[in-house]
């Protein structure tokens, strides 16, 4: 999809789900849990479930897989939560990584400045104090002495642990300019006011790649395009609506500290258009910031033109944790099957926690054993569950709801010629497949290992 096209302005389409009915059905079915319930939650930090930790997985080995596995020019990483101090105080986060906080003075609660409308305490209409610069990182202490000389903090991103391996990664693999180095984890941001779910946190996964191009402009932009509209199209690929994505390049007094120019790519949220991903120009900055903390030589030598210098990087930079919330939100139906309604996630059966769901139409007659084999077979190969209780309706209700795409049940006519019937989500259509076949006909609807 173009730049221009995404970026157009467009109308909201329909939808049946709010951000309310989407986190009752993530904590009653198992996909996402307060963190800490027992005591009370802990503010906006969450615990993914059985079937949350499934979707989590699926959408982080969606990216894996067409950002590194299949591409020749991309190669992988995982760095440390835990970098030197002096990472910080190079990249500029120890000195930008900031955001205004103020605080009211009557009812004692603290806002970013720059999301307050007017002069007064949005909750108590109070007074506030003078906006102060908060830097977002986390501080912790490694070794016995908990002093300035052993301060260290949780990464705010990803990305510097890729720019602190560069050399690294140049000294130990073939490679040739443009190419990338990717990594997914877990960074830490000291969020002011996080909210709407798990759409923003303090504690989240990032699915990171930096992409190192020739300091020319016309390469840059070039590639800056290419992973710009690459991007937009990897989540419609996994199925979100085009109509509820749109591009939005930043205004000159918004973009970070590093960025020469930067794209985001955003959902349309229940509450509104919110960023799924940042495609950034980032120039050379943090290679010469590093090169020249660290006094380590971090240039690449071009082979072709017998010179040495430093590369420019694009860097698209996503987060797990809101492509997870926009896919259920994006999946998320209601409608009636049989006089009755059901909720009904029709997630891409690539990122769907379950595949296929197993029911034995009786618990006797050998069903349950029978049932309990096409099992073992099938979770050689994906992600199964396993149901017996209650009517055959009630159990595909409960699939339904968390986007198994596939139901198989063993019945009568399965004792007698080993056919199963396979059930699909979306259109409620059943057929008769062998048992034999089952295995190759849920590899080929589901496209696991198809091309994207």
Known sequence: MSVENATASQAAPARAVTMEKLVNLCKRRGLVFPTSDIYGGLGSTFDYGPLGVELKRNVKEAWWRETVQRRTDVLGLDSAILQHPRTWEASGHLQNFTDPLVD??????RFRADHIEGDRCPECGGELTEARQFNLMFKTFMGPLEDTANTVYLRPETAQGIFANFANVIDTQRVKLPFGIAQTGKSFRNEITPGNFIFRTREFEQMEMEFFVKPEPAEEQRW???????????YVRYGIASDRL???PHAQDELSHYSRGTTDVEYLYPFGWGELEGIARRGSFDLDQHAKFSGKDLTYFDEEAKARYRPWVI???AGVDRAMLAFMLDAYD???VENETRIVLRLDPRLAPVKAAIYPLLRKGGHPEKAQAVRELIARYFTTAYDQAGSIGRRYRRQDEIGTPF??????????DDTVTLRDRDTTQQ???PIGTL??????????????
Not at 227 to 233: I, K, L, P, Y
Not at 407 to 416: K, L, S, Y
Not at 442 to 450: A, C, E, H, K
């Open 104 to 109: 009211c003075k009557n009812c004692k609660q």
């Open 224 to 234: 800056f395009d290419y992973w710009v509209g690459e991007r937009f199209n990897w």
């Open 246 to 248: 749109r591009l939005r």
């Open 315 to 317: 860097e698209p930079a």
């Open 334 to 336: 209601e409608d009636v």
């Open 407 to 416: 139901g198989v049940t063993i019945d009568h006519q399965t004792m007698e």
């Open 431 to 433: 057929e008769r497949v």
């Open 439 to 452: 295995v190759a006909t849920l590899v080929d609807r589901i496209g696991w290992y198809r091309e994207a």
